[in-house]
Each structure stands twice: as structure tokens, then as C-alpha cells.
């Protein structure tokens, strides 16, 4: 299983739109790994975990062929997670020679109302018939061609059922936590009883180098506690590649200072185009 990290900025992007912060504005003179867009990542060339407003930009820094997308997995209906105006140009005159005629939006119910919604002004008949939009619940299992699918209950909006994924593919499992705060032991432990074990867990660190506790983000010390706590309930392979992902620009560190303060627990830190690649043993 391939993954590249198309993006790994929460919501406001690195630097953020509107800002003027010292990060922001030193991130803008470096470049480099501090330039952050909004979290997506790409698995295998044919499947999206989230999809947000930046993944037209994403098309063209890293040349996709986005017809070739048949999967594509949202978690919550945050504008960085889920921008359903574009799907209205997969088709019709906007869009020819697609690769793959159709493609499958896995999401709750929350995200399935606001696609709808959002796309109601413009899609085109011939373009909503070849997309296929499949809800699901913590806790469903879901084969999808070769890759099976578990959704698990994120700890983020109150309201919605917020949800982050486990991946399997051809006996590699890749365990997706943004966005949401730490999560109990209970949803390891049940993801356990259900097969999974993680070659690759990509957790979210919204707010950089702090431990924040609780809530709805974490920091790089509470993906430190989520690791201990993975490798207790056992759902983590022992050479497993944790990450930390969706950062923002309320941190004090740049790139270089969080990977710093990340290496000594063994947790990579991605920046944008990173690539994680993890073959069956
Ligand atoms: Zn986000
Ligand atoms: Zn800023
Ligand atoms: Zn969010």
C-alpha cells in the first residue's frame, strides 16, 4: 500500500489564508515543508481519504489523474474534509475520457445531506448517475473491491457522527485519525476484535508539539499517548510507521522543529507529497 500525503494543513492551510502570524508568515518566506495545503491523502492512485477544496491543486502539483478515482472516503462535513462542489464537473462536458466511469463516496449521513445539498444548483443528471454515495456507521466493515473499509467513531463534532478509517489492502492496514481527539481504548480494543492491525497509523496534530488532553485535535504528546496506547490493545504491527498529520499554524515550531520534537518517539512528521509505501511480509 502506497500512501502520498497530498496535503497536511487543517482547515486554514499553512500558511493560512487570511493570516498574518509569525508561523505564517515565516512559513510563507521558507517554503519548502512549512507550505501546507488542506489534509488529503492519496492510497494506491485509486482511492482519496477526504477530499478537500485544495484537491484541484493537488491534481496539478502532483499531476493526478483524478478519473481514476473510484473510492473516496470523507470523514466529517468540515469544508477541509469534504468539498462536494467539484464532483459536479466529474462528467458531462466538463470532463472527458474519464478513466473510470464511476466512483464510490463512502461518508455518513451528515456529509451524504450536504453533498446533496451542495451539488443540487449544478450537477447534471448524466454526472450524479456515476457517482454512488454509501453511508456508513462506526463500526461498519465494508469491502470495497479489494479493500476492506472500517469506519470508526471520531471524537470531533458534537452532532455529527465524525468518522476516521481503518484500510486494508492486500495484508497492509493503514489506521486514518484526522480529525479527532485522542480516542479511547474501547474503539482500539473493538478494532482489534475486527481484524485490523495497522502498518501505518497517520494521526491528526492539529495543535503541534503540546499535549491538549482531550477535545477535538491533538497535539504531538497526545499521539504520543495514542501510540503506547495501540501497541497495549495490540493493533499496531511492531514496525509500524505512526505519522503525524493536519497541522496548523498555531504552533510556534516549523517543519523542522516539530519533526525535532517528534523523532524521539519514533512519529514522522509528513509535510506535503510525503510518500509512505508498506508491502505484506
Ligand atoms: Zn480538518
Ligand atoms: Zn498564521
Ligand atoms: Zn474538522
Given at each position: ?57 493537488h491534481m496539478l502539483r502532483y499531476k493526478l489523474d483524478l478519473s481514476k478515482i473510484t473510492r473516496v472516503l470523507i470523514t466529517h462535513a468540515h469544508m477541509d474534509h469534504c468539498y462536494p462542489q467539484e464532483f459536479c464537473m466529474r462528467g458531462g462536458p466538463f470532463a472527458h475520457d474519464m478513466t473510470e466511469p464511476r466512483v464510490t463516496v463512502y461518508c455518513n449521513s451528515t456529509v451524504r445531506d450536504m453533498f446533496m445539498a451542495d451539488t443540487a444548483r449544478e450537477i447534471r443528471d448524466e454526472v450524479k448517475s ?152
Amino acid at each position: 500500500m502506497k500512501l502520498t500525503f497530498l496535503g497536511t494543513a487543517a482547515a486554514e492551510g499553512v500558511p493560512a489564508v487570511f493570516c498574518n502570524c509569525p508561523t505564517c508568515l515565516r512559513a510563507k518566506q521558507r517554503g519548502g515543508k512549512d507550505i501546507r495545503t488542506r489534509s488529503q491523502i492519496l492510497i494506491d492512485g485509486d482511492t482519496l481519504f477526504d477530499f478537500p477544496m485544495d484537491t484541484y491543486l493537488h491534481m496539478l502539483r502532483y499531476k493526478l489523474d483524478l478519473s481514476k478515482i473510484t473510492r473516496v472516503l470523507i470523514t466529517h462535513a468540515h469544508m477541509d474534509h469534504c468539498y462536494p462542489q467539484e464532483f459536479c464537473m466529474r462528467g458531462g462536458p466538463f470532463a472527458h475520457d474519464m478513466t473510470e466511469p464511476r466512483v464510490t463516496v463512502y461518508c455518513n449521513s451528515t456529509v451524504r445531506d450536504m453533498f446533496m445539498a451542495d451539488t443540487a444548483r449544478e450537477i447534471r443528471d448524466e454526472v450524479k448517475s456515476g457517482i454512488e454515495l454509501k453511508t456508513v456507521e462506526p463500526y461498519d466493515s465494508v469491502m470495497s473491491g479489494d479493500v476492506k473499509l472500517i469506519a470508526l467513531p471520531a471524537s470531533h463534532t458534537v452532532g455529527e457522527k465524525c468518522l476516521v478509517y481503518y484500510v486494508e489492502r492486500r495484508g497492509v492496514g493503514a489506521l486514518l485519525m484526522n480529525d479527532t481527539g485522542p480516542l479511547s481504548e474501547d474503539v482500539f480494543v473493538r478494532l482489534k476484535s475486527m481484524g485490523a492491525k495497522a502498518d501505518i497509523a497517520a494521526l491528526d496534530c492539529t495543535y503541534g508539539a503540546i499535549r491538549h488532553g482531550t477535545g477535538r485535535h491533538m497535539g504531538l504528546y497526545d499521539i504520543v499517548d495514542q501510540y503506547a496506547l495501540m501497541n497495549k490493545v495490540g493493533i499496531l504491527s511492531s514496525d509500524a510507521r505512526v505519522i503525524a498529520t493536519h497541522l496548523s499554524h498555531n504552533t510556534d515550531l516549523d517543519y523542522d522543529g516539530i519533526a525535532a520534537a517528534a523523532r524521539p518517539y519514533g512519529i514522522t512528521v509528513a509535510y506535503d507529497g510525503m510518500t509512505v509505501e508498506k508491502i505484506a511480509k
